[in-house]
């Protein structure tokens, strides 16, 4: 799902257009998808839908139940936890390699700059594409430790936190995740503990704070209407 130039499989295109529909919002939780109708959709065989479906199972943006087939996933607290402390590990291990050894952050800059010029974008860009920003910008926190195996760890989760990040659509427009993401690279750049906080403030305060409340809300909507 990665190959922009346009030599992906069959399966590879399938689970590409699920996965920029799922990372827009379009499909709800409790959403199936119906092998069935992606096949007509999709105008190929359902052996290719099933690939398709395993690679998105795979990248956390669905889940695979049994007698249903893949579904959307609810949003849940452990859910949540599982993901955000496996960043805060990866992320701030990551972070503390790079400036003991003197990486240069630069190029955490010049991703916050790129997620900037998108907020200033009228009509605001598609959130995919928000959220692509900010995964960019995450990704080269890690990516300054100069460690492949870490920068593997962090794209194994990167689609599931961009999935999540759909649920707080309604708190953070691109004019707030761009501010919040200059705040912290400008803490970055000042090093030392004070970087470490920083990160920590943005994955467990910011981050995971605003899904807490995204979840309680949806809990208590569900309460209300007798779910």
Same mark, same amino acid.
């Given at each position: 799902?990665t190959?922009p130039a346009g030599a /992906?499989t069959?399966?590879?295109r399938?689970?590409r257009a ?6 827009d919002?379009v499909?709800p939780?409790g959403t199936?998808?119906?092998e069935?109708?992606?096949?007509? !959709?999709?105008?190929? #065989?359902?052996h290719t839908i099933?690939s398709?479906?395993?690679l998105l ?5 669905v889940t ?7 579904v959307v996933?609810?949003l849940?607290?452990?859910?949540i936890?599982?993901? $955000?402390d496996?960043r805060k590990v990866?992320e701030?291990g990551?972070?503390r390699?790079?400036?003991a ?9 010049t991703?916050?700059? !790129?997620?900037e010029?998108?907020?200033?974008q009228a009509?605001?860009p598609?959130?995919r594409?928000?959220? #692509?920003a900010h995964?960019a ?12 195996h ?8 990167e ?7 759909? $649920?707080?659509?309604p708190?953070f427009d691109?004019?707030?995740?761009a501010?919040v ?7 970055? /750049? !000042?090093?030392g503990e ?8 943005d994955?467990d305060h910011?981050?995971r ?8 809300r949806?809990?208590e909507?569900a309460?209300l209407l007798?779910?």
């Amino acid at each position: 799902m990665t190959d922009p130039a346009g030599a /992906q499989t069959a399966p590879e295109r399938v689970a590409r257009a699920l996965r920029d529909e799922l990372l827009d919002g379009v499909h709800p939780v409790g959403t199936r998808f119906r092998e069935e109708d992606l096949a007509e !959709r999709f105008d190929v #065989g359902r052996h290719t839908i099933r690939s398709g479906l395993r690679l998105l199972v795979e990248r956390g943006l669905v889940t695979h139940e049994r007698n249903r087939g893949a579904v959307v996933a609810p949003l849940s607290k452990r859910r949540i936890d599982e993901v $955000f402390d496996y960043r805060k590990v990866l992320e701030l291990g990551a972070l503390r390699m790079a400036l003991a050894a003197g990486a240069d952050l630069g190029p955490v800059l010049t991703e916050v700059e !790129r997620l900037e010029a998108l907020a200033r974008q009228a009509p605001s860009p598609p959130w995919r594409e928000l959220t #692509g920003a900010h995964s960019a910008i995450h990704r080269s926190i890690v990516a300054a430790a100069g460690n492949r195996h870490l920068l593997d760890g962090y794209e194994r989760c990167e689609d599931e936190v961009r999935l999540l990040l759909t $649920f707080v659509r309604p708190d953070f427009d691109a004019a707030r995740l761009a501010a919040v993401h200059r705040d912290l690279v400008e803490k970055l /750049q !000042r090093g030392g503990e004070a970087a470490a906080g920083a990160l920590t403030e943005d994955i467990d305060h910011t981050g995971r704070a605003a899904l807490l409340a995204a979840l309680r809300r949806a809990e208590e909507s569900a309460r209300l209407l007798g779910r």
